[in-house]
């Protein structure tokens, strides 16, 4: 028997096809995959659950991407610094993903798998149950905001006339050149892990009011490098 003129279809050709078009235009059609791979759209519905079961691909596609060993990791707020890097830098790379991606429940079973790592490394460390998903959510809320803003233009402030603005023009000025994204990123990951540092002994969430310390930023060492936490995590 000979060889098909075309690559059988399958789930993987979907799945890139499909994020593909997401990487494109933001989203996708099950035509318009059908029609990139050169079959009829019943040939695609054959192999997937619908538009629902692609969008479950795409995300196990994107998340593939993310190291879940650094979950294996100890300290547990060391892991959670590396496990955010990575799962920014998965996102990153597919900016125009994150608003389908989060639109819908997340079925695939790897990516629950990795949230479910994420947990017990948080009730190992003492964490309360209650505390443990908006701990989770939290971060991913800081991760998905930094990897669509790495989509941003370096330069985000345009400045006709320095005069109408001095002090941002001042503070601009100031800010290095380049690593605008990590810097702030790294800014907020230091935050975050700072405030929720406490949670294991015991006070359960903070009220939002500030870092459970009382400190701020001007009686601080300053802003982090973006090589990495002030502590070194």
Same mark, same amino acid.
């Given at each position: 028997?000979?060889?098909?003129?075309?690559?059988?279809?399958?789930?993987?050709? $979907?799945?890139?096809?499909?994020?593909?078009?997401?990487?494109?235009?933001?989203?996708?059609?099950?035509?318009? $995959?059908?029609?990139?791979?050169?079959?009829?759209?019943?040939?695609?519905?054959?192999?997937?659950?619908? +538009?629902?079961?692609? #969008?479950?691909?795409?995300?196990?596609?994107?998340?593939?991407? $993310?190291?879940?060993?650094?979950?294996?990791?100890?300290?547990?707020?060391?892991?959670?610094? *590396?496990?955010?890097?990575?799962? +920014?830098?998965?996102?990153?790379?597919?900016?125009?993903?994150?608003?389908?991606?989060?639109?819908?429940?997340?079925?695939?079973?790897? #990516?629950?798998?990795?949230?479910?790592? *994420?947990?017990?490394?948080?009730?190992?460390?003492?964490?309360?149950?209650?505390?443990?998903?908006?701990?989770?959510?939290?971060?991913?809320?800081?991760?998905?905001?930094? &990897?669509?803003?790495?989509? &941003?233009?370096?330069?985000?402030?345009?400045?006709?006339?320095?005069?109408?603005?001095?002090?941002?023009? +001042?503070?601009?000025?100031?800010?290095?050149?380049?690593?605008?994204?990590?810097? &702030?990123?790294?800014?907020?990951?230091?935050?975050?892990?700072?405030?929720?540092?406490?949670?294991?002994?015991?006070?359960?969430?903070?009220?939002? +009011?500030?870092?459970?310390?009382?400190?701020?930023?001007?009686?601080?060492?300053?802003?982090?490098?973006?090589?990495?936490?002030?502590?070194?995590?």
């Amino acid at each position: 028997m000979g060889r098909p003129h075309k690559p059988l279809l399958d789930r993987a050709r $979907i799945t890139t096809t499909a994020l593909e078009l997401v990487d494109e235009q933001g989203d996708f059609s099950v035509p318009q $995959i059908a029609r990139r791979l050169g079959v009829q759209t019943a040939s695609v519905y054959h192999h997937v659950d619908g +538009r629902d079961g692609i #969008v479950e691909l795409l995300r196990e596609r994107v998340c593939s991407a $993310i190291d879940g060993g650094t979950l294996d990791g100890q300290p547990w707020d060391a892991a959670f610094a *590396a496990w955010a890097r990575s799962y +920014r830098a998965a996102f990153a790379a597919h900016p125009k993903a994150i608003p389908l991606l989060t639109g819908s429940p997340v079925r695939a079973p790897r #990516v629950l798998d990795q949230y479910e790592q *994420a947990v017990a490394l948080l009730l190992d460390a003492g964490f309360a149950l209650p505390d443990v998903m908006p701990v989770i959510i939290a971060l991913e809320n800081l991760v998905l905001g930094s &990897a669509l803003d790495m989509a &941003a233009p370096e330069a985000m402030w345009e400045l006709a006339d320095d005069t109408a603005t001095p002090r941002l023009a +001042r503070a601009l000025a100031a800010f290095p050149e380049g690593g605008r994204t990590d810097t &702030a990123f790294e800014l907020a990951l230091a935050g975050y892990l700072a405030h929720i540092r406490g949670l294991p002994d015991g006070r359960g969430l903070p009220d939002g +009011r500030g870092l459970p310390d009382g400190r701020g930023l001007p009686d601080g060492p300053g802003l982090p490098d973006g090589r990495g936490l002030p502590d070194g995590a």
